[in-house]
């Protein structure tokens, strides 16, 4: 039975993303275990240097990013949001933090939805927290 459901991939730069329906199941549980309400989620992996792009155009940063949360909720009170990866990026963070790319991809797309479930990480202590659930998560999902 294939997934009929409100995650959705896209791949400018080809990525090696498997399992993209027990991904995307276990996303939807992630939202709900958080408590938000999920309408439409599409990820879009891109380049370093679309992602640079977008970050320069649409938040004034001049600076090379791993991803780009856009939540388009507005007044809705279930999520409606584009996340923008750079898969050149994962894979040179994986490379300095010593861990394996798929992993590293996984900690990033769940990244994205944990600031979509109201996460933040702009100081120690919220990068903390962030990073505990980004954990909390990828032992879910790998064990």
């Known amino acids: 039975m294939a997934y009929v459901g409100t995650i959705h991939f896209?791949?400018?730069?080809?990525?090696?993303?498997?399992?993209?329906?027990?991904?995307?199941?276990?996303?939807?549980?992630?939202?709900?275990?958080?408590?938000?309400?999920?309408?439409?989620?599409?990820y879009i992996f891109c380049s370093d240097k679309?992602?640079?792009?977008?970050n320069q155009d649409y938040l004034g940063h001049d600076y090379y990013t791993d991803i780009i949360t856009f939540d388009l909720s507005?007044?809705?009170?279930?999520?409606?949001a584009e996340i923008y990866i750079s898969v050149e990026r994962v894979k040179d963070n994986a490379g300095q933090l010593g861990v394996?790319?798929?992993?590293?991809?996984h900690r990033v797309i769940f990244h994205g939805v944990l600031h979509l479930c109201g996460y933040g990480?702009?100081?120690?202590?919220?990068?903390?927290?962030?990073r505990e659930k980004e954990?909390?998560?990828?032992?879910?999902?790998?064990?």
């Open 135 to 143: 954990n909390f998560y990828l032992n879910q999902y790998f064990k």
């Open 121 to 130: 990480d702009k100081n120690e202590n919220l990068a903390r927290i962030m």
């Open 74 to 80: 507005g007044n809705n009170k279930a999520t409606m």
């Open 10 to 42: 896209f791949f400018p730069l080809k990525t090696n993303l498997t399992n993209r329906t027990k991904l995307k199941v276990f996303l939807e549980r992630i939202f709900r275990k958080e408590g938000k309400a999920l309408e439409k989620l599409n």
């Open 100 to 105: 394996p790319f798929k992993e590293e991809l």
């Open 50 to 54: 679309e992602l640079l792009r977008i």
